[in-house]
């Protein structure tokens, strides 16, 4: 809004007053209670302060963070960096947040897209499908998460064992030691043509746009497939061939007690991404129902008036306009199923919470391995917090 | 049927706990410098004893047919609370897992514990405990099905291990791969059941913990002839009652019931014969029983303690015979030396 704009009241600035040293002034009042708020706040923050630091010098209980630079000594079953136990506890500690993510970004993006699609089931006309989505979404948010993590660990556990593992497709196995898959040996070439991809997506995102601008200007829709097919497989592969189209596969075996080779999923990560995905889809369902339901019936007659098909309508109608209503829930979901992953350590999956709780306990410094925790779930959640925020803000109602 | 608990929740509580407790005001945590002890004044101002004992652990701590908790670390409780109240039953158990139980004993959640655990140096420093004596002298080793065919721990090459976290099993465990070269995959569960669970699902090979442990856990089986304890010992793990430093009076408390229960086997002092130990002409015994001397009140309780608790829970060789025999661990380093040969001795008891 413009000055010209605002109300004239706000623009007149107050006429001033002579501060006097008296109760009966409303500002010297103000001040005074601040200042009282203040230091009732801050004294009472000293007092746990100097307490605790106390009473941890007379039980002799170390203070500090000089643990961290310690050998850790600790095993990790797996771990996106490398990691050996003569590491220290911090490098132990970064292992932790790295698992917690890498199951809290796995989980939301598979959490969104089944919730979405149970959501837009239960909508369906299709008693059927409607029901049995109905149906999920019950059952699912009735029972205690931990209970579901369990029962999906005991299920991975049910698997045959090693030497009698099931083999659905030539070279993936399936036993109670996860899951076993051929994996590509890794070479500059991958890279480069990963590389590739995403510059096919950057320029594909660009040419639509500038499709988008010529066709406001002249009316005339324009193709986008072709390029992006181009763009975004034809790019990495010749950038693939071109670096000599290595392809060498390392073929899970068994060797000994375990398999060798190959890329594995425990059963501890499986169970615990399977059970925070359709737990907390359940609940993403039912944000994604409300938010459809939340457009006016209106709005999809009218799409509909214009001759757009279901597809368009969705996409172009309803969709925009459910998603205002759906962000804000979306994202105490997202925080939700982030910090449920703390569940965890019921079923041996080594997050933060586990290594910071073997730490503490081997160390002995639980107020500051909780410290840590809390550090790490802040980190994350004001992350997401932040990121869905701007997010709102950008599809938020422009008003004209 | 899985019980259900929540490790993270409960987890926040005792560290919640533990910031209150020593966020109290400093005057009344200042551990008495003479007389008194807070920990057993407390005790007795409560009327009861809190005694962190194990989830439930075959022959150590475990809840009978009837809830009544069982059992040789169950037995050091009884043996205080007949100390201070002369009744064995004004005990409240609080079981705790292994990751947990340290936080229960620094925030003042339970008064000692009687679980099985390790005294090693830093966790009678930095910890801020005191280990008043070594109950039970024992050592890490592994199981495996037998079906497994394994004969000793050095062909767990490759093996896929379970480990409880937060013990010194599991610092035990990397030391031990490391000096003999074997590679693992861990599998670290913190719930005692969960962890079996895993191993007797196949989910892991071997399963590693005390001997005494995996003598107790062989021993609940359907079939216990199906499991294979492997003959290594990699580590020692002297265990015994754990009390808060700074209390110096109940850690004696404590020390001294374990070594009345030892000079009582080496006297020969049983529960069927200690009511006629006042005709017992020797001084060792009759200091013992409390009629001379005047031990029983040099430790602030009454000068015949040790007749009580013998009375009702036997000497330290009955109260092994009754947990631990029957789940199958041999006295060994258990016995009493010189007379036969094991570790258990106790200070003159004067």
New interface residues.
């Given amino acids: 809004m413009s000055d010209a704009t605002a109300d004239p009241r706000f623009r007149r600035k107050p006429p001033k007053r002579p501060i006097r040293l008296s109760w009966a002034d409303e500002r010297i009042r103000g001040i005074v209670w601040q200042i009282l708020v203040v230091g009732i706040i801050g004294s009472i923050i000293w007092w746990?302060w100097s307490?605790?630091v106390?009473?941890?010098e007379?039980?002799?209980?170390?203070t500090g963070f000089g643990f961290l630079n310690r050998e850790a000594?600790?095993?990790?079953?797996e771990s996106l960096i490398s990691y050996e136990?003569?590491d220290t506890y911090f490098r132990a500690l970064v292992v932790g947040v790295l698992n917690t993510l890498k199951v809290a970004v796995v989980g939301i993006v598979l959490a969104t897209f089944l919730g979405t699609a149970i959501g837009i089931a239960r909508l369906s006309k299709n008693f059927l499908v409607s029901k049995i989505a109905a149906f999920y979404v019950e059952v699912i948010r009735d029972l205690?998460l931990?209970?579901q993590l369990?029962f999906w660990y005991?299920i991975?556990?049910?698997l045959p064992?090693p030497r009698q593992a099931m083999q659905p497709i030539e070279g993936v196995f399936l036993s109670?030691?996860g899951f076993k898959v051929p994996a590509l040996v890794w070479e500059p070439a991958h890279t480069a043509a990963l590389v590739a991809c995403i510059a096919g997506i950057v320029l594909t995102w660009l040419y639509a746009r500038s499709a988008r601008a010529k066709q406001m200007a002249d009316g005339q829709p324009r193709k986008i497939w072709p390029a992006a097919i181009a763009l975004i497989l034809g790019l990495p592969v010749l950038t693939w061939q071109v670096m000599g189209a290595p392809w060498q596969v390392d073929w899970p075996a068994l060797?000994?007690?375990?398999f060798?080779g190959g890329m594995s999923i425990s059963?501890?990560y499986a169970a615990l991404l399977i059970g925070l995905v359709t737990y907390t889809a359940g609940f993403i369902a039912e944000v994604v129902r409300a938010g459809i339901l939340s457009v006016n019936l209106g709005q999809w007659e009218a799409a509909q008036a214009l001759g757009l098909r279901h597809g368009q309508l969705l996409r172009l109608i309803v969709l925009p306009q459910a998603l205002r209503v759906i962000i804000p829930p979306m994202t105490s979901n997202y925080l939700n199923l982030t910090k449920n992953s703390?569940?965890a350590?019921?079923?041996?999956y080594?997050d933060i919470?586990?290594i910071a709780?073997?730490t503490l306990?081997?160390?002995?410094?639980?107020?500051e391995g909780?410290a840590i925790i809390m550090l790490v779930y802040l980190t994350i959640s004001l992350s997401i917090s932040l990121f869905m925020n701007w997010y709102n803000a950008k599809i938020a109602l422009v008003e004209r | 049927m899985h019980q259900i608990s929540r490790p993270g929740f409960l987890r926040a509580i005792g560290a919640a706990m533990i910031a209150a407790a020593v966020a109290m005001p400093a005057a009344a945590q200042q551990p008495a410098a003479g007389g008194s002890s807070p920990t057993m004044d407390a005790i007795r101002a409560r009327g009861t004893l809190i005694c962190g004992v194990n989830t439930g652990l075959a022959g150590f701590a475990q809840p009978d047919s009837q809830g009544v908790w069982r059992g040789f670390d169950v037995d050091y409780c009884r043996a205080v609370a007949i100390a201070l109240f002369n009744d064995p039953d004004k005990v409240r158990y609080v079981p705790t897992t292994a990751q947990n139980r340290f936080t229960a004993l620094q925030s003042g959640e339970v008064d000692m514990l009687a679980r099985n655990t390790t005294w090693t140096l830093s966790r009678d420093t930095s910890l801020g405990f005191d280990f008043p004596a070594i109950t039970f002298y024992d050592g890490q080793g592994f199981m495996v099905k037998a079906s497994l065919g394994v004969r000793s721990a050095s062909e767990l090459n490759g093996a896929t291990i379970c480990v409880q976290p937060g013990t010194t099993t599991e610092q035990n465990l990397t030391d031990w791969a490391r000096a003999n070269r074997i590679q693992f995959q861990p599998v670290v569960i913190e719930r005692l059941e969960e962890v079996v669970n895993a191993y007797l699902a196949g989910r892991c090979d071997a399963y590693t913990t005390d001997v005494s442990g995996l003598a107790a856990t062989r021993s609940v089986q359907p079939r216990p002839a199906e499991h294979v304890i492997l003959p290594d010992v990699i580590s020692k793990e002297p265990l015994g009652p754990a009390v808060r430093h700074g209390d110096q009076r109940f850690a004696d408390l404590v020390r001294w019931i374990h070594f009345g229960l030892v000079t009582a086997e080496e006297l020969g002092l049983t529960s069927q014969n200690i009511g006629q130990a006042a005709g017992d002409a020797r001084p060792d015994v009759q200091r013992l029983i409390g009629r001379t001397g005047d031990l029983g009140r040099m430790l602030g309780v009454d000068n015949a303690f040790m007749v009580n608790i013998v009375t009702r829970l036997g000497n330290y060789g009955q109260m092994f015979e009754r947990s631990l025999t029957p789940i199958g661990i041999q006295r060994g380093p258990n016995a009493l030396w010189p007379a036969a040969g094991g570790l258990q001795y106790a200070p003159p008891f004067r």
Avoid: D
């Avoid at chain 1, 007379?58 to 170390?62: G, K, L, N, S, T």
């Avoid at chain 1, 000594?73 to 079953?77: E, M, Q, R, S």
């Avoid at chain 1, 060797?255 to 375990?258: H, T």
């Fill in positions: 746990l307490n605790t106390h009473n941890l007379v039980r002799r209980i170390a000594g600790l095993p990790i079953a136990p003569t205690p931990l209970l369990l005991t991975m556990q049910g064992g109670n030691r060797r000994g007690f375990n060798r059963p501890e703390s569940l350590v019921a079923i041996g080594q919470v586990s709780n073997t306990n081997q160390t002995g410094q639980a107020i909780i």
